[in-house]
């Protein structure tokens, strides 16, 4: 699914998409909060390092989960693709 923000003849700026001072937005009428791709991201990868304990690895999991719909709203993946199988098998699961 493609977000379709509307349309511009301008580059889309961060204050375009969160004014500023606002700490989410609504998207396709889902609810994104601030942060959230950074926080996936830095999720993602301790999720996917070799050295990550079960227990931590299976509180990051939830957290990427509980992120996937939002990302898919944003069109995240419709630009980029997660290289991990695992961690590609994970959010696919959601």
């Given at each position: 699914m493609t977000t379709q923000f509307p349309p511009t003849t301008t580059p889309t700026r961060p204050e375009d998409v969160l004014a500023d001072g606002a700490d989410r937005t609504e998207i396709d009428g889902m609810t994104v909060r601030k942060g959230t791709v950074a926080?996936?991201?830095?999720?993602?990868?301790k999720w996917s390092d070799p050295s990550t304990a079960d227990p931590e690895r299976d509180a990051l999991g939830r957290e990427i989960t509980k992120s996937v719909s939002a990302l898919k709203v944003l069109g995240v993946f419709d630009v980029f693709e997660v290289r991990d199988?695992?961690?590609?098998?994970?959010?696919?699961?959601c």
């Open positions: 926080a996936f991201l830095q999720n993602a990868m199988e695992r961690l590609r098998a994970l959010m696919e699961s």
